[in-house]
T-cell receptor, first 113, second 112 residues
């Protein structure tokens, strides 16, 4: 079945540590996105990618980094510079950047130890 | 910048009752999307509205976009426990390059 897979489901970060969240899709979509969801805050865009080897900052990119070496994969690294990383992270994809029907993964809950 | 405001923030209804959730944009909407999220999971696409006055239905859920294209409502008829979750509206941000902006969501609980 085609879909978008995020892993792990739960992740714990120690202070000063970088952690990487995985996002893989087999929908053959060009565009991929990372959103952060905090309780009562809705979704905020961290990074998005229109095509392989290209990505753009979203509204809250500071303290995060991404790569897009393959069409199927769009990993997100939460760096030690992100001082408040505890949140629910959602990865999404769409056919292209103009297609607003997004397909979402099941999310990763990141917590700080 | 464009903002989407949803109301109410949360809603508790008795099973079988009807309910309405609203989404109001600070600017004209060029496409309005409704998603549903179960707690701790990803979002599932419900429906998309693009034209002023447009109305779409899926099972017992009906969504409308007003003529001025600045407000949308989501109506659930005869609510069931399976309708429980967080409903989010999304829209293309004005001047964006495909980035969807989202409302903060409406948390719906359905009491059996």
């Amino acid at each position: 079945d085609g879909g978008i897979t995020q892993s792990p489901k739960y992740l714990f970060r120690k202070e000063g540590q970088n952690v990487t969240l995985s996002c893989e899709q087999n929908l053959n979509h060009d565009a991929m996105y990372w959103y952060r969801q905090d309780p009562g805050q809705g979704l905020r865009l961290i990074y998005y990618s229109q095509i392989v080897n290209d990505f753009q900052k979203g509204d809250i990119a500071e303290g995060y980094s991404v790569s897009r070496e393959k069409k199927e994969s769009f990993p997100l690294t939460v760096t030690s510079a992100q001082k408040n990383p505890t949140a629910f992270y959602l990865c999404a994809s769409s056919r292209d950047l103009g297609d607003e029907k997004l397909f979402f993964g099941s999310g990763t809950q990141l917590s700080v130890l | 910048s464009q903002e989407l405001e949803q109301s109410p923030q949360s809603l508790i209804v008795q099973e079988g009752k009807n309910l309405t959730i609203n989404c109001t944009s600070s600017k004209t909407l060029y496409g309005l999307y409704w998603y549903k999220q179960k707690y701790g999971e990803g979002l599932i696409f419900l429906m998309m509205l693009q034209k002023g006055g447009e109305e779409k239905s899926h099972e017992k859920i009906t969504a409308k976009l007003d003529e001025k294209k600045q407000q949308s409502s989501l109506h659930i008829t005869a609510s069931q426990p399976s309708h429980a979750g967080i409903y989010l509206c999304g829209a293309r941000g004005v001047g964006s390059q495909g980035n969807l902006i989202f409302g903060k969501g409406t948390k719906l609980s359905v009491k059996p």
